[in-house]
């Protein structure tokens, strides 16, 4: 009799043993959440958010390309993105177009990248005029400079293509580039400390 009453202690001490367990994995599921594929790639400095197309994000590469005419170059489908200054503060910023190590590093083509004077690129702002220019011409590749209000924001479109006047020595040749804010509250004057 004793043995069954130990069998039966065992086999309850078991069911709920068991049911902690079931308890503790739905629990744990239903606490776990990950979102994937949202709308919009997020980069914030201080008060400046950079908002950036998913479907591009701020990745920019070129491969398999050909030399194009400004006209040409400036149908392309473009890198949208958005800055938007979220503080209670005017703030200074500036848009940089870089060269993505990480990209270049992955892809192997370190030895096959083109150089900033093989490439143009046309920055659309706020729907206003655009104008084609070398990425070299940009100096430290600074494609846009400029204060935004508290609460105020800029739209952009940027299109990037070789330069018609590039010969075949841009076959097998890649570009991958990133886009990068730089940004400080006004009264600060320093890029690299904010002070």
């Known amino acids: 009799m004793k043995k069954k009453q130990d069998a039966n202690k065992k086999g309850i001490?078991?069911?709920?043993?068991?049911?902690?367990?079931?308890?503790?994995?739905?629990?744990y599921a239903l606490f776990q959440y990950q979102k994937l594929g949202t709308k919009k790639n997020t980069i914030t400095t201080g008060t400046l958010v950079l908002t950036l197309d998913e479907?591009?994000?701020n990745a920019i590469t070129?491969?398999?390309?050909?030399p194009m005419s400004d006209r040409q170059g400036e149908e392309l489908d473009s890198y949208h993105f958005i800055l938007e200054n979220t503080g209670t503060l005017p703030?200074?910023?500036r848009i940089r177009l870089e060269e993505d190590q990480e990209a270049i590093t992955e892809d192997g083509c370190g030895a096959k990248k083109m150089t900033d004077t093989q490439l143009k690129y046309s920055l659309m702002k706020n729907e206003g005029k655009s104008t084609p220019l070398l990425l070299s011409t940009s100096a430290q590749h600074i494609i846009d400079t400029g204060t935004l209000a508290p609460g105020a924001k800029n739209t952009y479109?940027?299109?990037?293509?070789?330069?018609s006047t590039v010969g075949i020595e841009v076959n097998g040749k890649h570009f991958h580039g990133?886009?990068?804010?730089?940004?400080?509250?006004?009264g600060h004057t320093d890029w690299t400390t904010g002070k």
């Open 157 to 163: 479109d940027l299109r990037i293509w070789i330069d």
């Open 91 to 93: 703030a200074k910023y």
């Open 55 to 57: 479907s591009k994000g």
């Open 62 to 66: 070129i491969s398999n390309a050909v």
């Open 178 to 186: 990133k886009i990068y804010i730089d940004g400080i509250v006004d």
């Open 13 to 27: 001490i078991l069911t709920i043993v068991i049911a902690l367990i079931v308890v503790i994995g739905v629990t």
